[in-house]
């Protein structure tokens, strides 16, 4: 572990992803120290400041209601990163678990795990979640689901090909010839094998998962007003385009610099663990 | 007399394909008493791992595959064993060797936890101190050295050599009535794998292991072996004790196979000559070692 964070800061593209992330997570960590004015998460009204260019004290500007923008994209990030978070700790355990069960028991198990997660990787992943969420209500729980329901096939086809290929290895074998159990087998001996690849894509994905979480709030989907993010910033602000530029292009920069953090890193992992996809 | 470690009688195995049927064992029959260290000599595709494969039950989850004929052990058919008590049979009354033995040993864990793990198949719940004494004790039955730094590797850490004699060692901790090692060693280098098999050989005589050793090695096989069973496609066709089968071939596929060996002293590699039509010519056994006159 220690070596690995010698090599990310080596490289200069993962030491930018690494500050990038760091002022992400930095920044959504302390959001209450750094952002001015904190109540602006809030329904707060103050019409005497309202649709400002970015000036002191207000940097990036305020809305279209007088809240200081700086301030809700910062906050914003707070709620990415929860989602993001959340988002994965479900789906991984769950893919990982189906792929690793259809990847080395094969057969029947094989054969109806892998056409469910064809079922969902079949429809656009962006439909399905808009799909979902037209089902229950637009909240950010739901949203949560909604994106949690179109990631886990990924990890099952990710680790379904691992599984398939580290079944073959001699350990495997071995471990069967010794009278290691099937689970004893995919937890122990398979999924160790398989851990670099995971964490690679988790890098990789932590970034899209927020890019596509703010796409379902852009179509209005996702989180509902007051509460600050990122897709709703920018889709409230297109429509004041190009006159309040302010309104989209801060919070689509905030994207911006999260996903391209994470990618960035999830690019160097990838070399780093030799994991690939 | 008690009954020999294993026996197989007209063991028959065809895989169900889709285009029909593909017989691969036409029906062998092999015994191993107590002890004894017994040879299954044959080409790439005779049937000589899948052998081992059905005497540790591996091949039986395979839906594909047709087993007929019988296999015992220590006087009890294995096809009679529930499930569950011929599972607990696997690692701690027989074990197994293979070719390669750096990808046998998982990448991720150093050798300690692997051992423990093979210890826990006999003594469930073992402790950490008296697991790595026994595995310190049967690491130095194998000439290494420096048990605790091995212990403490990895796989990849450690030369095929040491994997080898790591893998010995794991395999005849729980001191196993029976080892199948599957071409032991293919995977090394001869001085290496000289040196291997003759830890492995003084080794087996002291615990009076019986092994069933797979090898298409005839020069390995002429030094381990007591007895010899020559597999060609399916059929075992010559049988008898180790020195005499080599001095005094009987069957043509034997003869050719031993014609094939390419000699040190030069002189090219030996043309093999090909005829189906002779090498499955009936089963020979040399005097007094046919499968009834030695069960008798």
């Given amino acids: ?277 | 007399m008690s009954a020999p470690t294993l026996k197989i009688d007209d063991l028959k195995l065809s895989f169900k394909t889709w285009s029909g049927t593909a017989q691969v064992l036409h029906g062998i029959s092999l015994h191993i008493k107590k002890g004894e260290r017994v040879a299954l000599v044959g080409e790439s595709g005779s049937g000589k791992s899948v052998t081992a494969r059905i005497v540790l039950g591996m091949l039986q989850q395979l839906k594909s595959a047709r087993i007929a004929g019988s296999v015992e052990f220590e006087g009890v058919n294995l096809e009679t064993l529930k499930p569950a008590s011929r599972h607990a049979l696997r690692g701690t009354r027989m074990s197994m060797i293979f070719q390669d033995p750096t990808s046998s040993l998982n990448p991720v864990y150093p050798i300690f936890a692997q051992f423990k793990e093979v210890l826990e198949r006999a003594q469930p719940g073992i402790t950490n101190e008296k697991a790595r004494e026994k595995a310190i004790s049967a690491l130095a039955d194998v000439a290494i050295n420096e048990p605790d730094r091995v212990l403490d590797s990895y796989a990849f850490q450690l030369s095929g050599g040491m994997n080898q004699r790591v893998m010995i060692a794991m395999a005849l901790a729980n001191n196993p009535a029976l080892l199948l090692a599957d071409e032991p060693g293919t995977a090394l280098d001869v001085t290496v794998q000289a040196q291997t098999l003759k830890l492995m050989s003084e080794l087996v005589k002291k615990h009076h292991t019986s092994v069933l050793f797979i090898s298409h090695n005839l020069g390995v096989v002429r030094e381990f072996a007591d007895r010899v069973y020559v597999i060609y496609k399916g059929n075992i066709v010559e049988q008898g004790p180790t020195e005499r089968l080599f001095d005094d071939p009987k069957h043509p596929y034997t003869r050719a196979l031993l014609s094939a060996v390419p000699r040190i002293t030069g002189g090219g590699i030996p043309d093999l000559d090909d005829d189906p039509g002779r090498f499955t010519a009936p089963l020979v056994a040399h005097e007094g070692y046919s499968e009834r006159e030695l069960l008798a």
């Fill in chain 1, 1 to 277: 572990m220690k070596k690995t964070l010698t090599i990310l800061t080596r490289n200069p593209l993962s030491l930018i992803g690494l500050i990038l992330v760091g002022i992400v997570v930095l920044s959504a960590i302390f959001a209450d120290v750094i952002t001015p004015f904190p109540e602006h998460v809030g329904a707060v009204v103050d019409f005497s400041n309202f649709n400002k260019p970015p000036q002191w004290p207000n940097i990036f500007g305020t809305d279209l209601v007088g809240r200081d923008l700086f301030t809700r994209v910062v906050y914003a990030y707070r709620i990415s990163l929860v989602l993001g978070i959340v988002v994965l700790a479900i789906a991984v355990p769950v893919g990982v678990a189906i792929g690793l069960a259809a990847g080395y028991l094969g057969g029947w198990t094989e054969y109806l795990l892998m056409r469910i997660t064809d079922v969902f990787l079949s429809i656009p992943p962006l439909v399905l979640a808009m799909s979902v969420m037209g089902l229950l209500e637009p909240t950010l729980t739901n949203g949560m689901i909604a994106v949690t329901v179109m990631w886990w096939p990924w990890y099952t086809r990710l680790v379904y090909n691992l599984a398939r290929s580290e079944k073959e290895e001699g350990y495997v074998l071995a471990a069967e010839v010794i009278g290691a159990s099937k689970a004893h087998i995919m937890v122990r001996e398979i999924l160790p094998n398989c851990v670099p690849s995971i964490l690679t894509k988790m890098t990789l994905d932590f970034g899209f998962v927020i890019l596509i979480a703010s796409s379902l709030s852009f179509l209005g989907l996702g989180v509902q007003p007051p509460t600050p993010d990122l897709g709703s910033m920018v889709a409230e602000g297109a429509k004041y385009l190009p006159d309040s530029w302010w309104l989209t292009v801060f919070p689509g920069l905030a994207i911006l610099i999260a996903v391209f953090g994470f990618n960035l890193i999830g690019d160097a992992l990838r070399e780093i663990l030799g994991g690939d996809q």
